[in-house]
């Protein structure tokens, strides 16, 4: 099995500009790591979690905040990121799940 390939567009870029050098480094870091060792490692290590079917977060700790983008799987390996975003609590805002959801139906919508 290939190992995941991310893509974006600009609402995810808009949310890389709004971080600090330090947490966007870490965020791409991440993502780097999960196209270099797969989705499983990627889940042993706690860098991806599955929130409902299709639809992942990536995990990333970087000065104190939470940094999180949502993610669903377009075709075989092919990842599309939605969109960041900063938490302060562990469990995942319901309005970014929605919001991860209506990116993901509109653009699988297009395919």
């Given at each position: 099995?290939?190992?995941?390939?991310?893509?974006?567009?600009?609402?995810?870029?808009?949310?890389?500009?709004?971080?600090?050098?330090?947490?966007?480094?870490?965020?791409?870091?991440?993502?780097?790591?999960?196209?270099?060792?797969?989705?499983?490692?990627?889940q042993r290590q706690k860098w991806i979690k599955?929130?409902?079917?299709?639809?992942?977060?990536?995990?990333?700790?970087?000065s104190g905040n939470a940094l999180r983008g949502?993610?669903?799987?377009?075709?075989?390996?092919?990842?599309?990121?939605?969109?960041?975003?900063?938490?302060?609590?562990?469990?995942?805002?319901?309005?970014?799940?929605?919001?991860?959801?209506?990116?993901?139906?509109?653009?699988?919508?297009?395919?």
């Amino acid at each position: 099995m290939r190992n995941p390939e991310f893509d974006w567009d600009d609402e995810f870029d808009i949310f890389l500009g709004s971080l600090n050098d330090i947490e966007a480094a870490k965020l791409l870091a991440v993502i780097e790591k999960i196209e270099q060792f797969g989705l499983q490692i990627a889940q042993r290590q706690k860098w991806i979690k599955k929130l409902e079917d299709n639809l992942y977060e990536i995990r990333v700790n970087a000065s104190g905040n939470a940094l999180r983008g949502l993610y669903f799987q377009i075709k075989n390996n092919n990842y599309f990121i939605t969109h960041g975003f900063k938490k302060k609590t562990n469990k995942t805002p319901k309005r970014e799940i929605t919001k991860g959801k209506s990116i993901r139906n509109r653009i699988l919508k297009n395919i």
